[in-house]
């Protein structure tokens, strides 16, 4: 029988929550919850209802702002479980792991964890990276589209709302991205935007769709290249990624909200 909390909370239960609480963080860069691409190495829990949750990345050089973004993003879903005591999150072999698990230690921040060497504050890095997924998505969902309608245009993706893209999981991660940025989620919003969610001009239509599937390709890459790399340093981690999600072709359009 699981271990109990003296509220009578289950470790096992704790654990579970824990985990679920770590699917909601995703890599800045590759766009993927760290569950799915194995970075979470181990949860332990403990008295007082402790975590300690050990992080792993595919090399010991992985960007340190990378780094510290993921674990310090890690810390926060953790501290947030009503039932959770103290938690400790901790970055295994890297270069800075010292350095960045005594700054999530003492909730000295970015600039306080990294002094001069951090270039930009936190929350800018945060926005550069969610403004990346958000092209990304807009593109696998816009590209799903003109795949599946062949006698569509990239012109006419300019009258493409929301309420007219297909009920697919592309279409509910491109959602949450916009969420994520602020921008309007009304079935009348268009589909096709900017990064300050402004309608896109039609003479750069192909320019926009360029440079954002040249995003896509570049987070695709990566991830797939990550999750290679961390399986080469910890075999036993093929048993914790989940399978990427294909790109799904857009069938259905989604139903206006009654």
């Known amino acids: ?31 993927e919850p760290i569950t799915d ?43 947030a479980l009503p039932d959770a005591g103290a938690v400790t999150v901790l970055l295994d072999d890297h270069h800075d792991s010292d350095l960045i698990n005594r700054g999530l230690a003492t909730d000295a921040g970015y600039r306080g964890t990294f002094g001069d060497e951090a270039e930009e504050d936190l929350e800018e ?34 009258d493409v709302t929301l309420a007219a893209l297909p009920d697919s999981p592309a279409t509910q991660a491109l959602l949450r991205r916009r969420e994520a940025l602020g921008l309007s989620l009304a079935p009348s919003a268009p589909a096709l935007v900017d990064e300050q969610g402004r309608p896109c001009p039609p003479d750069e239509i192909p320019l926009r769709l360029r440079f954002a599937r040249s995003i896509r390709i570049s987070i695709d ?16 981690s093929a048993s914790d990624q989940a399978p990427r999600a294909e790109d799904t072709t857009l069938i259905s359009p989604r139903k206006e909200p009654q």
């Open 37 to 79: 691409l194995g970075f979470v190495r181990s949860i332990e829990t403990g008295p007082d209802h402790r975590l300690t949750v050990h992080l792993r990345l595919p090399t010991s050089f992985c960007s340190p702002n990378f780094a510290y973004l993921m674990a310090s993003d890690a810390k926060d879903a953790l501290d």
């Open 125 to 158: 890095l945060r926005l550069t990276f969610r403004r990346k997924a958000h092209a990304a998505a807009m593109e696998r969902v816009l590209s799903g589209l003109l795949r599946a309608n062949p006698d569509l245009t990239e012109e006419e993706l300019l």
């Open 221 to 236: 890459g990566n991830a797939h290249f990550c999750r290679g790399l961390l399986r080469t340093r910890y075999p036993e």
């Open 1 to 31: 029988m699981p271990a109990r909390t003296s509220t009578g909370v289950s470790s096992r239960s704790l654990e579970q929550r824990a985990r679920k609480a770590l699917g909601s963080v995703f890599d800045p860069e590759l766009d």
